[in-house]
């Protein structure tokens, strides 16, 4: 018996920014090491259409948009986005909106899927910054409301940075509950306040987070009662991430996943998966991050 599609991933994802720590190869090599291993195979993957403009105005402004379309950006706006503008990476990020909104969508008629792409929180509904020019989380939530698929859902955001973008864009919106978990001395500076943020100390190692974790999940989960949970499963908490000042391990990170993923299981909650961030010194760590998390979501429940 085939199984059922359930990972999101495209080759347009992978953009050339030169020598900037945030490398979009990532995402490919991610694929290949879970092809390589037999964890998944390329039935289990689909490709996604590219968000339209309408989903992305759910979010978006439209001046923000035409920014966007024409390359319409100051100096000073091009310097809080922090990656090179491009036609390539515009539209790997509109792409990558469209890759969000199919996980959800699986994740709805599956209960569990993933993204081998997204999690750009920081990005607002009129500026992109912290190298995330659109908020394809944000995005995927508001088209499935929208679309009358979901009344309520949940953001758990796990990056070692603060989900500033996305506890903005739902700060009046009582039908989504955003909780993030980051490192409190780390960008951003400003942190609009999320339902529940946990801000973590420098160097906070796997037993002190795993202990809050498991604190806070029954508040996500029974407190708001989503009907889905979008999970930003970033791999920077590690301990030589280059943009972290966290220390989790390995292990640490997977155990983690796990009680994520266990969490929504036995709630019967859909879960969609989106890999957000990681900079570890050495890509194949991040990398490695990243295959952890997905064989934790496609194992058997």
Request: with cysteine; charged share 25%.
């Amino acid at each position: 018996m085939t199984r059922a599609p359930t990972l999101v991933w495209d080759a347009g994802y992978e953009v050339d920014l030169g020598g900037h720590v945030f490398v979009t190869a990532k995402y490919r090599l991610t694929r290949k090491r879970l092809l390589d291993a037999g964890t998944v195979t390329e039935q289990d993957f689909v490709r996604p259409r590219p968000a339209t403009m309408a989903q992305l105005g759910l979010v978006h402004t439209p001046d923000y948009l035409r920014k966007i379309a024409a390359d319409d950006f100051t100096i000073s706006e091009r310097l809080r986005l922090e990656v090179p503008f491009s036609d390539e990476g515009r539209d790997a990020m509109i792409l990558s909106c469209g890759g969000t909104i199919s996980t959800c969508r699986l994740a709805l008629e599956h209960g569990s899927a993933g993204h081998l792409g997204g999690g750009f929180h920081h990005a607002f509904p009129g500026h992109g910054e912290g190298f995330c020019l659109l908020n394809d989380v944000a995005v995927a939530v508001r088209v499935l409301t929208h679309e009358g698929r979901i009344e309520r859902a949940a953001v758990i955001d796990l990056d070692v940075h603060h989900g500033n973008g996305t506890a903005a864009i739902f700060a009046d919106d009582p039908s989504v509950y955003t909780f993030s978990m980051h490192q409190q001395n780390n960008y951003p500076l400003d942190k609009p306040p999320s339902d529940l943020d946990v801000g973590l100390p420098d160097g906070a190692g796997d037993p002190e987070y795993l202990a809050l974790l498991a604190r806070h999940l029954p508040t996500v989960l029974d407190g708001h009662g989503p009907e889905l949970v979008v999970y930003l499963a970033g791999a920077d908490p590690f301990r030589d991430d280059q943009l972290g000042g966290l220390a989790l391990t390995f292990e640490g990170l997977r155990r983690r996943d796990r009680m994520v993923l266990d969490a929504a299981r036995e709630r019967g909650v859909a879960l969609a998966l989106v890999l957000a961030g990681g900079y570890a010194h050495r890509l194949d760590d991040t990398v490695a991050i990243h295959v952890a998390t997905v064989e934790e979501l496609v194992a058997p429940g």
